[in-house]
Structures are given as C-alpha cells and as structure tokens.
C-alpha cells in the first residue's frame, strides 16, 4: 500500500464535540508523514481562516485546505483555486428560498472572501450561533449588495430538522446548474456547479501527480461523499448517520471524540492494508 495523500472532514470527524483534538498527537502524525512524504488536506465546509484557526496549535501552514466544500483550495497561504457563485445564482437561491419557505423559517449565510453574511434581521442569538464557525460575520440590509467573492449559500434550520428534503427541493430545481449538498448541523450547502471536495481533492492531485489510488479520506456526512467515493482508502466515522455507512465499506477505528482519525491514520502508518486485508476496517 502506498498513500501520498490523507484527507479528513472537520466537524464530527476529526474534530472533537468541543471542536478540539489531540494537538500533540497529531505533531506526530505530521512529522511522521512529512518524512514519508504524505500530504494532509483539512477539507471542510468550513471557511478557509476557521480551518487554519483549528490548526494553530501544530503550525497551521503545514495544512493543505480545501475550504467551503471544495470551492476554495488554498496551499501554504496561497490561493491555487477557487470556484464563486454568480451574482444571478445567489439572486435565484434568494428568490427560491423566498417563495418556498416562511420568513426566517431558515437562516441564510453567504460565505464570501471577507467573511460570512447573515441578514440584518437576524437576532443575537443566531449571530452567536453563526460566530462558532465563521470568524467575521457581517449583518447586511441586502445580500444582492454584498461586494465580495461568495463560494457557498448556506441555509440553514434547527439542527434536528432532516434536510435530506430540502437538499431534493433545490436538486428538482437547479439541477446541475448547482451543486447542493447537506453538511450537518441542519445545513444545507449550494456551490458552484461540479464543485465539492473531490473535486477540491482532484485539483491537488493533479498538482501533486498523486492518484485517488494513493488517497485516503474521512468523513461523517452527505458533503463527503464524493470525496469518500474517489479515494481508494475512504473512512466513515462509527458517529456518521446510518446512510453513510450503507454508502461507505470502512468505519474508523473509533468516533470524532475518541480520536478516530488519529487512531486510524496511525494504523494506517503502522502497514495496515499492506496486506490489502481490509478487514480489520469493515462493519
């Protein structure tokens, strides 16, 4: 087995419920990988500064980001590419949004550049809500008047409502002249059309000279699965929805908040599938 490559979700996967991880063990990790020559990618529906803001405890430069699911890839604090909405696409997600759900049924968030947006007529406390996953939040009168590069339109409900029907809704309407997704915590994620993490993964590939072949990724829900399905080593966490693991063969050797990456990554360093048994990883 040879890996070149190693990819990890953020929320429920590597990240503890805190929103913390082992920041000693995974130094070691990188050292380890460095020496072998192996990449470490963070992607993540997650802005590019909350993902580096994660990494600060182990030099967030060592860290490859494919940041707001694919849309923004950025290696060594340089931009290598990155895929924004249109100004009449965002309009249409508006106008959609509008005629098919009640006022404030669902919070709107443009991730852009220069940070998140959020209307101003959300309260306090959703603005609290928003601050835990982006680092600068700007309340606007209207988001048709946001001057900014704009990689994701979230919106988003309770986090115990099932978006799985409104991820269909907009799919029946946009079809593929956008890419939506679920990301967990009651969100629904529209990007660019093609744009997600595998395409995030294959755009440094193409970069690296590194083939799906050479891959490993893990991850917990719906906007991983392209990214799970064009590794050659995919992980789904134990903690995932059950409809992840009908889709993806191996679980991780433990959940997000007992170190499930970690563990498996060094499992994975130490000759697991050398053998290609992979046994030791199916449910």
């Known amino acids: 087995m040879t890996i070149k490559l190693i990819a990890t979700d ?15 063990r995974m130094e070691a990790l990188l050292d380890q990988m460095d020496e072998r020559g192996i990449r470490f990618v963070a992607a993540s529906g997650n802005q590019y500064k909350q993902l580096r803001s994660y990494f600060e405890p182990v030099n967030p430069d060592r860290i490859t980001y494919v940041s707001d699911n694919g849309a923004l890839i950025t290696h060594e604090n340089t931009v290598l590419a990155e895929s924004a909405l249109s100004p009449d696409q965002i309009s249409r997600v508006l106008q959609w949004n509008a005629e098919t759900h009640a006022h404030m049924d669902n919070l709107i968030i443009l991730s852009g550049t220069n940070g998140a947006y959020v209307s101003n007529h959300a309260t306090p406390e959703m603005i609290a809500a928003v601050k835990t996953f982006y ?13 900014d590069s704009i990689f994701r339109f979230s919106l988003v409900w309770d ?10 809704q907009l799919r029946d309407v946009f079809g593929e002249e956008l890419h939506t997704t679920g990301s967990g915590f ?17 755009q440094l590939a193409a ?24 590794v050659k080593y ?14 993806i063969n191996n679980l991780a050797v433990n959940d997000n908040n007992h170190n499930g990456v970690l563990d498996t990554i060094e499992a994975l360093l130490g ?13």
């Open 159 to 168: 986090q115990d409502v099932d978006v799985h029907h409104h991820v269909q």
């Open 135 to 147: 680092p600068t939040v700007h309340q606007v009168e209207k988001f048709m008047d946001v001057e």
């Open 207 to 230: 970069k690296w000279d590194i083939k799906p072949e050479e891959m490993a990724a893990f991850g917990d829900n719906g906007n991983d699965l392209e990214m799970l399905r064009y």
């Open 186 to 202: 009651g969100s629904v994620d529209i990007l660019a059309p093609g744009v997600n993490k595998r395409t995030g993964l294959e």
């Open 234 to 247: 995919p992980f789904v966490m134990p903690n995932a929805e059950d409809f992840m693991k009908v889709r």
């Open 10 to 24: 953020m929320d429920g996967t590597l990240l503890r419920d805190d929103r913390t991880f082992d920041y000693a």
């Open 271 to 283: 000759g697991a599938f050398d053998d290609d048994d992979e046994s030791v990883f199916t449910k």
